[in-house]
């Protein structure tokens, strides 16, 4: 492979990656109006959004398996997917179009996003896969920003079909990009897609696994609910779906800042425990300042500090899942990814019955941040010495 080839499949990958996120989020921050569009109920614009952590909860084991066995065809499929569901939601402006293309993105999601770190063992030497995930997961983050930006700069005010046509075009651009790229095969690596079921019993044999998926439950469940409903929770206090939009995107961007700066402080310094106690009393005592508070400018203080601990839990819970793992990490990272899309679900559904009493649905999602609490309480930080999918472990954090 000739220098530099690698980084180019990347790219590609990562843009993939933002088109996805974008695809998800294309109504978060427009959902009154696509409910007033299509002429069904915010409960149904929610599913939009909504389908894609039911199918990454069932598909993800699935595709994992694919991602081993057929390696680059199913990902450039998987991009392909991608693709084909950001036009298929030109068929018409219907909500049943609209739900197809959401079906087709949240098929492939699992598929692209289970992909980065086998992607980066066969196409990056070893000193540069760390920076090759962290490229491709943060491209993630990029994608729901620009959704949030994009929804109601671009499509609000009757201009849906327009904000279709240009995410299309996100979504096409980069899928043809990446099967390109993977036309040239990488080098053969040890990373695995798939969960592997013996590594996987014996993990969650784990009390410290458990606490982990907890911990990731509660924290990416508040965070999905948030992105998914707060447009909706804030319409009736008079917040433009411009202003909703704003105050998300101020809190994906605190987010990454903390992932970037707080995260390694946090996991360098040994300071989980008191991290996860300190993210979850903010997203507790944020969710109740949203539901109470009726200026948006102390609303806007409030999401960008939930933002600035919520999104830097889940690095530092992947960090920590990383060393209890040890050569298992892989199949540790996805059932953690697999509770936080749960929780994502749960919690978003639990907003959704909500949704016509926003105080109600914050509170809701305020009590869901205090489960979180005696987790943080148990978290404790350790390696294995033995490979969790080898001999029976002699080390059991608790």
């Given at each position: 492979m000739r220098r530099g080839s690698g980084w180019r499949v990347i790219v590609a990958y990562g843009l993939v990656c933002a088109s996805t996120q974008v695809l998800w989020l294309t109504y978060a921050a427009i959902t009154t109006e696509t409910a007033r569009r299509y002429g069904v109920s915010v409960a149904?614009?929610?599913?939009?959004?909504?389908?894609?952590?039911?199918?990454?909860v069932?598909?993800?084991i699935p595709a994992g398996v694919l991602l081993d066995r057929w390696f680059?065809?199913?990902l450039a499929g998987g991009g392909a997917l991608v693709a084909l569901g950001g036009v298929v939601r030109l068929g018409g402006n219907t909500f049943a179009w609209a739900m197809a293309g959401q079906v087709a993105v949240a098929v492939a999601q699992p598929v692209v996003l289970s992909a980065v770190s086998k992607l980066a063992g066969e196409y990056l030497p070893s000193h540069q896969r760390a920076m090759g995930i962290?490229?491709?997961?943060?491209?993630?983050?990029?994608?729901?920003?620009?959704?949030?930006?994009?929804?109601?700069?671009?499509?609000?005010?009757?201009q849906l079909e327009r904000l279709l046509e240009i995410e299309a075009a996100l979504a096409v651009v980069p899928a043809a990009m990446l099967a390109l790229a993977?036309?040239?095969?990488?080098?053969?690596?040890?990373?695995?897609?798939?969960?592997a079921g013996n590594a996987a019993r014996r993990l969650w044999a784990l009390p410290s696994m458990r606490t982990l998926c907890g911990l990731v439950f509660v924290g990416f469940g508040v965070f999905v609910?948030?992105?998914?409903?707060?447009?909706?929770?804030?319409?009736?206090?008079?917040?433009?779906?411009?202003?909703a939009g704003a105050l998300l995107v101020g809190m994906i961007v605190a987010g990454v800042i903390g992932c970037a700066v707080l995260a390694p402080?946090?996991?360098?310094?040994g300071a989980e425990?008191?991290?996860?106690?300190?993210?979850?009393?903010?997203?507790?005592?944020?969710?109740?300042?949203?539901?109470?508070?009726?200026?948006l400018g102390v609303r806007a203080a409030v999401i960008v500090v939930m933002g600035l601990f919520l999104l830097p839990a889940l690095p530092v819970i992947l960090t920590a899942t990383e060393r209890l793992a040890g050569r298992a990490a892989g199949t540790a990272g996805a059932i953690v990814w697999m509770a936080g899309n749960l929780g994502g679900l749960v919690v978003a559904l639990i907003v959704q019955v909500l949704v016509h009493h926003p105080l109600g649905a914050f509170l809701a999602m305020a009590a869901v941040s205090l489960l979180g609490l005696p987790l943080a309480g148990r978290l404790v930080v350790s390696r294995f010495h033995e490979e969790v999918a080898g001999e029976p472990v002699t080390a059991v954090a608790g």
């Open positions: 149904a614009v929610g599913w939009l959004a909504e389908i894609f952590p039911l199918l990454y069932m598909l993800a680059r065809p199913v962290s490229v491709g997961s943060a491209a993630g983050f990029v994608g729901m920003v620009l959704a949030l930006i994009l929804g109601p700069t671009v499509g609000g005010h009757g993977l036309r040239r095969p990488g080098a053969e690596s040890e990373e695995h897609a798939a969960i609910a948030l992105a998914t409903w707060l447009q909706t929770l804030l319409a009736p206090d008079g917040v433009s779906e411009t202003a402080l946090v996991v360098g310094r425990r008191s991290f996860m106690r300190s993210a979850v009393l903010v997203s507790c005592v944020g969710c109740v300042a949203l539901g109470v508070t009726p200026w």
